[in-house]
């Protein structure tokens, strides 16, 4: 025991003394959640979503004066990055019944329920801008929701989702949630996903942030990554068709105001590629990657926003988008690992954020919104925090609690990621806490759907994290792992249904032409483009860290 | 009660299962436990034969390094590893005397192996199950007979690889004894046959199965023609060449009786008086319960199957 | 940790730079000008799209990291491997059974593992390769299956090894019959299913649906928790 040295500075050695001493009080300490007034008082006070001068009114198109952040306006009052005076919409490269954009749990799901429900593998086209199954999907760790357990039920489910979701939700979306729920998992199953099970063969189910009943059914704390890489052998399997490193770049649109597929740029040559398809479902996930208000983020390397711009410009609604969630835990040390998911399982199974002095000062699972809000107070508000070398704050995740509570090697069997991820870097998170610090997590709104993942422009479906109205304005953990396979699957099914008698006309980017004539006329200066494509780290912007908090 | 490492062997696990159920079931009753390594792997059967080859020494070695450990955590009480395939047995002590001999060898197999926690020493010994009960005593096994197989007339098959090359096999190249002795030790009638070292075609099976074919018939041809009703073998890929393929054997040679073939551990294990778990014979094609059940070796059940 | 904060010299795919020693190795290529397309992912260690195959100085020995995990030594000579050509066989899960002898008719070059182990020397994720390689081998699904579990695909075990198996391919099929045919599936969650199809509860989540934003908040904030098991 004695060999093991601290993954930790010097200096931080007393605040990791005063941990040790309080763990064995803290064990089983229940602190108690806050009130609806005091959820409200934290909120408004640190959450960054409450910082109005990181946000402002879009000034163009049909959704002009929602608030969003400013990057993300950014990214919509800008000009397309395709000259389409340059683009021969006359030449198609593909021609197919259904076109889904993006290849993470939403996508792969669609493209399996479409084949399902009769359209040939090869008249199914996955677009992927990196590779199949590379999606924010893949690195969820803790869990995805449903409603099994004996004592649960789809309306005790529903509750929770929407006082989680600050009651914004769409009423009609959370039902579909909730009631999917259990099939998606049955579906799961059936392909071959390994869920953790008890000696039983019952779930093993853990709560959450905001959940009233234990509903979160997990794979280690790979669950995303089980789920997806058993979708991606069977799309494979399926020889449905795709195509990887080629990201779609704006809809290409009928002269019956129908989306008839997308304009793609294949990263590889360098050109510009025209899809036609009778359905397109745009299903691209996160915007992670624009680093609102400076915050490193969990998300993959792709997660830019893309489909929000297309969606916009192709006229769908957006909705929600002035809501952004923080995951509480993110990693805040060692400087490599900064901004990376530590998942909400670890509180779940007893972990307690914790401040410099060793105190417990926060209910671990209110809902995110709250709980970040918590731990930047703790950090900036009542100067309590942890700082690292590089000017970091953070507090810690006493996660040495986990083996107490549930028995020795529970952290090695249901966290092999998070402990191999920390190892490498000189941390055994079963010996010393975590450094956390609320960190980008995930997209609460964006495209509006509805309960048949169908968006406000014909022929265009959307679903997963690029989807606005299923989370109101707070998504619970394990929701948006259901939110990918629910609507996923409801898009592929009705995006079959219509690809069987949908005709598409003649193909244009007039749209995109129109769109930048609303952005001459707005006032908007700008030399911005988009899509973004991929984030721009070369150079010295790799080692700069811009934290605009308080 | 004596410990020794259990090596099963990649068929022992899967297709010649009932090989090892009636093993361990017979060797509790002769005190023998036999502990199996959590990790192993295949012996890859079968020995190198280019003089140069390193790589292909590397599987078998890498179990005895399981050997030695399991004696480090006092898991079994000596440095035997016991085999029940005899092609396992034949590849794992071949590598097992190369690596003693060869310093060369010994030296690039550690190199290459340097991810293991412990070294070979090169003192682990590599034993056929045949031997371990032969060190016994021909009376342990036989007072633990409870059914005495009397009127089973039995055939002993080595096959190749249980007595070649000299050095390596279990007994005498050309006058074996030892599962002679086991046979009469069981209460049977030893049936002695010309062709009981002869080849079976071995792994041929998978491409020249005709030739196979008659090799096993000649063989099953001697045995039954020197008054034997029953085959014994050691090694899976003999059982299923001298008993699976008889439909093969009868479609060249339509006058071939068919004629049981059995693991020597299955035949113990209904002379110890065990149950069908043990004997295992449900997998055995062609099967030898008609047979023993006629000879009033097993009992049938009151549904007809037998017991 | 051997993360410093002075500049070291790293090579990438043959070309110098001096990088801070404290990057990892996709921050460091990052760093030096490079904008992956091919080879970044998750950037988390989930994904496997950054395998890396890396020597460092004085050193034969080749070794496999995530560049995305791993941080820079001077004199690393790094080359990315984004992907692994392998054939990736397909069949249908549900036509499938686990059978001793499954894994071997679609993988049947499973059969030439030497036990050589360079698989689980390549591992950037400690997985015992060579292990469930062999456990495979054997027919024993339910550990292959157990001992693959971590795998992210990354493809520097297949890229690797002399008998040209693709470890990772062999462990998807394994898993995916352990769960879905050992394993089977929770009844609870059948029934669950079975309730839903029943609409028993369309009533209730009905009168949710309709109810205002106050009548919510007041079940919300007042409504039963219970986590036990």
């Given at each position: 025991m004695s060999d093991y040295e601290s993954g930790y500075p010097e200096y931080m050695k007393e605040s990791l003394e005063k941990v040790k001493q309080t763990r064995a009080d803290r064990v089983g300490k229940r602190y108690a959640p806050m009130t609806a007034d005091e959820r409200q008082k934290v909120l408004e006070g640190y959450h960054p979503d409450w910082k109005m001068d990181q946000k402002r009114e879009l000034k163009i198109g049909h959704n002009k004066g929602l608030l969003m952040p400013h990057e993300v306006v950014d990214q919509l009052e800008a000009h397309s990055i395709v000259d389409t005076s340059k683009i021969d919409l006359e030449k198609i490269d593909y021609d197919v019944d259904i076109m889904i954009i993006g290849a993470g749990g939403a996508g792969l799901s669609?493209?399996?329920?479409?084949?399902?429900?009769?359209?040939?593998?090869?008249?199914?086209?996955?677009?992927?801008?990196?590779?199949?199954?590379?999606?924010?999907?893949?690195?969820?760790?803790?869990?995805?929701?449903?409603?099994?357990?004996?004592?649960?039920?789809?309306?005790?489910?529903?509750?929770?989702?929407?006082?989680g979701g600050h009651y914004f939700n769409d009423p009609e979306l959370v039902e579909a949630m909730v009631k999917d729920g259990p099939d998606v998992i049955k579906w799961h199953e059936e392909l071959g996903v390994k869920y953790d099970k008890l000696e039983d063969g019952t779930m093993q189910l853990a709560p959450g942030g905001g959940t009233s009943r234990r509903r979160m059914h997990s794979c280690k704390d790979y669950t995303g990554m089980e789920i997806t890489r058993v979708l991606v052998d069977e799309v494979i399997n399926r020889e449905i068709s795709y195509i990887e490193f080629t990201s779609a770049v704006e809809f290409l649109k009928d002269d019956k105001g129908q989306v008839g597929g997308a304009l793609l740029y294949d990263l590889d040559s360098d050109e510009y590629k025209v899809a036609r398809a009778k359905s397109t479902i745009l299903a691209t996930g996160g915007f992670g990657r624009l680093h609102i208000q400076g915050f490193e983020t969990t998300n993959h390397y792709g997660a830019t926003g893309d489909g929000i711009v297309m969606a916009y410009r192709a006229g769908a609604e957006l909705v929600h988008l002035d809501s952004t969630q923080f995951h509480p835990t993110g990693s805040a040390y060692p400087e490599q690992i900064v901004g990376?998911?530590?998942?909400?399982?670890?509180?779940?199974?007893?972990?307690?954020?914790?401040?410099?002095?060793?105190?417990?000062?926060?209910?671990?699972?209110?809902?995110?919104?709250?709980?970040?809000?918590?731990?930047?107070?703790?950090?900036?508000?009542?100067?309590?925090?942890?700082?690292?070398?590089?000017?970091?704050?953070?507090?810690?995740?006493d996660t040495p609690l986990i083996d107490i509570i549930n028995g020795e090697g529970t952290i090695e069997r249901e966290f092999a990621a998070m402990m191999r991820n920390y190892h490498k870097f000189g941390i055994d998170i079963r010996k010393e806490p975590m450094l956390v610090f609320p960190t980008l997590h995930y997209q609460n709104g964006g495209v509006h759907i509805n309960v048949k993942a169908e968006t406000k422009v014909p022929g265009l479906y959307a679903a997963g994290e690029i989807c606005g109205g299923v989370h109101g304005k707070n998504r619970l953990m394990g929701n948006s792992q259901l939110d990918l396979y629910v609507f996923g699957r409801r898009a592929g099914k009705a995006a079959a249904e219509r690809a069987e008698t949908a005709e598409v006309g003649k193909l244009s980017l007039s749209h995109v032409d129109d769109y930048e004539r609303l952005l001459e006329e707005s006032g908007v200066e700008t030399d911005r483009k988009s899509p973004m494509l991929l984030p721009e780290y070369r150079g010295k912007k790799t080692i700069e860290h811009q934290l605009k908090l308080l | 009660m004596t410990r020794y490492t259990y090596y099963p062997g990649c068929t022992l696990k899967t297709t010649a299962k009932n090989f090892e159920d009636s093993t361990l079931a017979s060797s509790e009753v002769l005190d023998i436990e036999?502990?199996?390594?959590?990790?192993?792997?295949?012996?890859?059967?079968?020995?190198?034969?280019?003089?140069?080859?390193?790589?292909?020494?590397?599987?078998?070695?890498?179990?005895?390094?399981?050997?030695?450990?399991?004696?480090?955590?006092?898991?079994?009480?000596?440095?035997?590893?016991?085999?029940?395939?005899?092609?396992?047995?034949?590849?794992?002590?071949?590598?097992?005397?190369?690596?003693?001999?060869?310093?060369?060898?010994?030296?690039?197999?550690?190199?290459?192996?340097?991810?293991?926690?412990?070294?070979?020493?090169?003192?682990?010994?590599?034993?056929?199950?045949?031997?371990?009960?032969?060190?016994?005593?021909?009376?342990?096994?036989?007072?633990?007979?409870?059914?005495?197989?009397?009127?089973?007339?039995?055939?002993?098959?080595?096959?190749?690889?249980?007595?070649?090359?000299?050095?390596?096999?279990?007994?005498?190249?050309?006058?074996?004894?030892?599962?002679?002795?086991?046979?009469?030790?069981?209460g049977a009638e030893v049936v002695d046959f010309s062709h009981k070292q002869k080849c079976c075609g071995s792994y041929h099976t998978v491409h020249m199965k005709e030739a196979v074919a008659d090799l096993s018939y000649n063989i099953l041809k001697q045995a039954e023609d020197a008054g034997a009703n029953i085959l014994v073998t050691a090694c899976p890929l003999c059982e299923y060449n001298l008993g699976p393929r008889q439909t093969q054997i009868r479609k060249q040679y339509p006058s071939f009786d068919s004629i049981p073939v059995v693991y020597f551990t299955q035949l113990m294990a209904l002379a110890f008086g065990l149950d069908e778990e043990a004997t295992a014979f449900e997998a055995n094609k062609p099967d030898p319960m008609p047979l023993l059940t006629e000879m009033g070796l097993m009992e049938k059940n009151k549904n007809g199957s037998n017991k | 940790m051997e993360a410093t904060n002075e500049m070291v010299t790293i090579y990438v795919m043959g070309k110098k730079y001096e990088v801070p020693g404290d990057l990892t190795i996709m921050k460091a290529m990052e760093y030096a000008g490079h904008q992956f397309r091919r080879g970044s992912g998750c950037r988390g260690g989930y994904c496997g799209a950054c395998a890396t195959l890396y020597r460092t100085k004085g050193s034969y020995k080749l070794e496999g990291a995530l560049a995305c995990q791993k941080i820079v030594e001077d004199g690393m000579y790094i080359a990315q491997i984004p992907f692994n050509p392998a054939e990736k066989i397909t069949y249908n899960i549900n036509e499938l059974r686990p059978d001793a002898n499954t894994i071997l008719e679609y993988y049947p070059e499973v059969s030439r593992c030497l036990s050589c182990?360079?698989?689980?020397?390549?591992?950037?994720?400690?997985?015992?390769?060579?292990?469930?390689?062999?456990?495979?081998?054997?027919?024993?699904?339910?550990?292959?299956?157990?001992?693959?579990?971590?795998?992210?695909?990354?493809?520097?075990?297949?890229?690797?090894?002399?008998?040209?198996?693709?470890?990772?391919?062999?462990?998807?099929?394994?898993?995916?019959?352990?769960?879905?045919y050992i394993d089977g599936p929770s009844q609870h969650v059948l029934d669950r299913v079975k309730e839903v199809e029943e609409e028993i509860y369309d009533e209730d989540i009905d009168k949710l649906m309709k109810a205002s934003k106050e009548e919510l908040a007041e079940l919300y904030n007042n409504r039963e928790v219970d986590l036990s098991e």
């Open positions: 669609a493209a399996i329920i479409a084949n399902d429900n009769g359209i040939d593998p090869d008249k199914i086209l996955i677009v992927q801008k990196l590779r199949l199954g590379d999606a924010n999907s893949k690195m969820s760790q803790g869990g995805i929701q449903a409603a099994d357990h004996p004592r649960d039920s789809p309306v005790i489910h529903y509750l929770d989702i929407i006082g990376q998911l530590c998942t909400e399982k670890l509180r779940a199974r007893g972990a307690q954020p914790v401040n410099v002095d060793g105190e417990l000062f926060v209910y671990p699972l209110e809902t995110r919104d709250v709980e970040a809000s918590a731990l930047i107070r703790e950090c900036y508000g009542k100067k309590k925090g942890i700082t690292t070398p590089s000017g970091m704050i953070g507090v810690w995740l | 036999l502990v199996e390594p959590e990790r192993w792997n295949c012996c890859g059967t079968v020995h190198a034969l280019a003089t140069d080859d390193v790589m292909h020494h590397l599987a078998p070695i890498r179990n005895m390094i399981r050997v030695e450990e399991l004696k480090e955590q006092d898991m079994v009480d000596n440095k035997k590893m016991v085999t029940l395939c005899a092609m396992c047995y034949n590849t794992l002590k071949r590598a097992n005397e190369v690596f003693k001999s060869d310093r060369d060898k010994k030296k690039k197999i550690h190199d290459t192996m340097y991810r293991e926690d412990i070294q070979y020493s090169g003192n682990v010994e590599i034993v056929h199950l045949l031997e371990v009960l032969r060190e016994g005593g021909w009376d342990e096994v036989k007072s633990a007979v409870k059914k005495p197989l009397t009127g089973l007339k039995v055939a002993p098959y080595y096959g190749c690889l249980l007595l070649r090359p000299r050095g390596i096999g279990i007994d005498d190249t050309d006058n074996p004894t030892i599962m002679e002795n086991l046979i009469e030790a069981l | 182990n360079t698989c689980t020397k390549a591992c950037p994720q400690d997985i015992m390769v060579m292990d469930y390689v062999q456990t495979a081998l054997r027919g024993d699904i339910a550990k292959t299956a157990e001992l693959s579990f971590d795998c992210i695909s990354c493809g520097l075990c297949a890229v690797r090894c002399p008998a040209e198996i693709v470890p990772y391919n062999v462990a998807t099929l394994a898993r995916r019959l352990n769960a879905k």
